[in-house]
C-alpha cells in the first residue's frame, strides 16, 4: 500500500533552517508529481511546494527563494530544504502525491505530517 513518512521537523530559530524528508513506498515514486503542503493552526491546508517526475519545481510565493524542493527517484525520497525560517512558517508539513504526473492536486495520498516550530 502507499506510504508517505515525513520526518526532520522539530523547533528552529527565525533565520534558520531545517531539512524535511520523505520516504515514499507502494507506488511508483518517480511518475507522480509529488509536494509539500502544511496546515498552520486554525487554518486551511496550503501548499508550498511541488516537483514533477522529471525534476521541474514550482513553489508557493511564500516560501520562493527561501525554500528548495527535490527528489531522489532511486532512493524514493522527497526532500525540502527550509532556510530563512519565519514565525510564519511554524505549521504541519505534509508529503503528498499528486493524481498523475503532471498535476500536483489533489492530492491522492499524504503523510502524518511532521511538525515545523520556528520561534526564538
Known amino acids: 500500500q502507499v506510504q508517505l513518512v515525513e520526518s526532520g521537523g522539530g523547533l528552529a530559530q527565525p533565520g534558520g533552517s531545517l531539512r524535511l524528508s520523505c520516504a515514499a513506498s507502494?507506488?511508483?515514486?518517480?511518475?507522480?508529481?509529488m509536494s509539500w503542503a502544511r496546515q498552520a493552526p486554525g487554518k486551511g491546508l496550503e501548499w508550498v511546494a511541488g516537483?514533477?517526475?522529471?525534476?521541474?519545481?514550482s513553489y508557493a510565493d511564500s516560501v520562493k527563494g527561501r525554500f528548495t524542493i527535490s527528489r531522489d527517484n532511486v532512493k524514493n525520497t522527497l526532500t525540502l530544504q527550509m532556510n530563512s525560517l519565519k514565525a510564519e512558517d511554524t505549521a504541519l508539513y505534509y508529503c503528498?502525491?499528486?493524481?498523475?504526473?503532471?498535476?500536483?492536486?489533489?492530492?491522492?495520498?499524504r503523510g502524518q505530517g511532521t511538525q515545523v516550530t520556528v520561534s526564538s
Open positions: 516537483i514533477l517526475g522529471s525534476g521541474e519545481a
Open positions: 503528498a502525491r499528486g493524481p498523475g504526473h503532471r498535476y500536483y492536486t489533489p492530492y491522492t495520498y
Open positions: 507502494g507506488f511508483t515514486f518517480s511518475y507522480y508529481a
